[in-house]
């Protein structure tokens, strides 16, 4: 049948050991040891060169935007823009027209986030106030962001991991070099 219960002292051996368990798993999970991953930490911007190198939009930008940002309609695939979202490019096997280049940052460069963020998307010259390095380095709790990290929406891009360093060290240069058409 079953096993007798283990008393000691008035103690039930089971619920004592469960208890133990649970507390020392805990104490070996929880607390703030440091700072989290790199992916997660707020950029550090004083030790970022955003003088060199020189980025072109078409060449540097564009493509990481069409390979991670608009691949559909759903997102921000749609020149008219699709429910609020900016416009970042033709998919990917398109090539941009000028006029669509010219979209992209008429709908982006200087312009209020759809978020409550309290930045524009894009702050020609300034990469740590622009809310798109915000949602493309999922820090949503770093700066001066005004919104909550509800608020602000989704790390992007919203579907795959966060874009590797090199891409989007190019699209924070090209705003610290002027979010200019080049």
């Known amino acids: 049948g079953r ?3 283990i008393e000691l002292r008035g103690v ?10 649970i507390a020392t798993t805990g104490a070996a999970c929880g607390g703030d040891d440091g700072p989290g991953p790199a992916e997660t930490a707020c950029f550090d911007y004083s030790k970022f060169d955003g ?12 493509p990481v935007f069409q390979r991670s940002c608009s691949f559909s309609s759903t997102c921000h695939g749609a020149e008219a823009g699709s429910a609020g979202f900016a416009y970042l490019g033709p998919a990917v096997s398109e090539q941009a027209t000028p006029a669509q280049i010219d979209a992209i940052v008429a709908q982006n460069v200087g312009v209020p986030s759809r978020a409550p963020s309290g930045m524009p998307r894009i702050a020609a010259g300034d990469p740590a ?3 798109l390095m915000h949602k ?3 820090t949503l709790s770093c700066g001066d962001l005004e919104c909550t990290p509800d608020q602000c929406g989704a790390p992007m891009p919203y579907t795959g991991d966060t874009l590797p360093a090199a891409e989007r060290d190019a699209v924070r240069r090209w705003i610290q070099q002027g979010a200019k058409v080049n």
């Open 51 to 62: 003088a060199t190198p020189e980025v072109s939009f078409a060449t540097d930008v564009l």
């Open 12 to 21: 039930n051996v089971r619920k004592f050991f469960l208890i133990f368990v």
């Open 129 to 131: 106030n622009s809310f």
């Open 136 to 138: 493309l380095d999922d």
């Open 3 to 5: 096993a007798p219960r």
